[in-house]
């Protein structure tokens, strides 16, 4: 079963647009969410992150919304540029040095 | 800064034998170190957990005498991949958490076999 949920698989936005990406999971006990941006032949790069006291993050042109009582959250990419087509992963751990788990990944291209 | 080093980036083994991959935290104090294997699909799999003041945590499917992993400290891990085959190749990650509970990536060790 799949504890973290990522919709869309993959996006398509304008340049200077807003990407929305989806995330949402299984476990009430998850407090911890960050979000990853991985290019091709590269590792995961933590962009934000959010814990579940929390109800907003922003962080430059990146965003997390996040819904405790739904067991959702979303990033928004503001303003949208070439350089952040990537692939985006949302991931979630509870507390005490809990192993993440990764959602399947939301791959974003922004066309110029 | 917190930066994750992984060697080496790439590696070709033959069917059925195995190989040795390092992963180093510089910059912070890691009290925990995770290893992930990253398919082609780009789908996670845990491989195993180690953190400060427990032994090391294999996930299901995943078991020390396939994936032993050696770390002196939690800033310098191993894990060799025994008796590789075509299932086991991948991009192995290790992700190294900061007592601000952040966790770090390294660039991965791409692993394919023959």
């Known amino acids: 079963q799949q504890q973290v949920r990522q919709s869309p698989q993959s996006l398509t936005v304008w340049e200077g647009e807003t990407a929305i990406l989806n995330c949402s999971y299984e476990?009430?006990?998850?407090?911890?969410f960050p979000w990853y941006q991985q290019f091709p032949g590269e590792g995961p790069a933590l962009l934000i992150s959010i814990l579940s006291v929390s109800d907003k993050k922003e962080d430059g042109r990146f965003t997390i919304f996040f819904n405790k009582r739904e067991k959702k959250l979303s990033l928004h990419i503001a303003d949208s540029q070439p350089g952040d087509s990537a692939t985006y992963f949302c991931a979630a751990s509870e507390g005490g040095g809990r192993a993440l788990i990764f959602g399947t990944g939301t791959t974003v291209s922004v066309s110029p | 800064g917190a930066l994750v080093y992984q060697y080496p980036r790439r590696t070709i083994c033959k069917s059925g034998t195995s190989m040795r991959m390092e992963c180093q935290a510089v910059?912070?104090?890691?009290?925990?170190v995770a290893w992930y294997r990253q398919s082609p699909q780009k789908t996670f799999e845990l491989i195993a957990l180690?953190?400060?003041?427990?032994?090391?945590?294999?996930e299901q499917n995943f078991t020390q005498e396939k994936f032993p992993i050696s770390h002196p400290n939690l800033s310098f891990s191993s894990m060799t991949v025994l008796n590789a085959y075509l299932e086991d190749r991948g991009l192995y990650l290790c992700?190294?958490?900061?007592?601000?509970?952040?966790?770090?990536f390294g660039p991965g060790t791409r692993l394919l076999v023959l």
């Open positions: 910059g912070f104090q890691a009290t925990s």
């Open positions: 180690s953190t400060v003041n427990s032994a090391i945590k294999y």
């Open positions: 992700g190294a958490r900061t007592v601000q509970d952040t966790q770090y």
């Open positions: 476990n009430s006990a998850f407090d911890y």
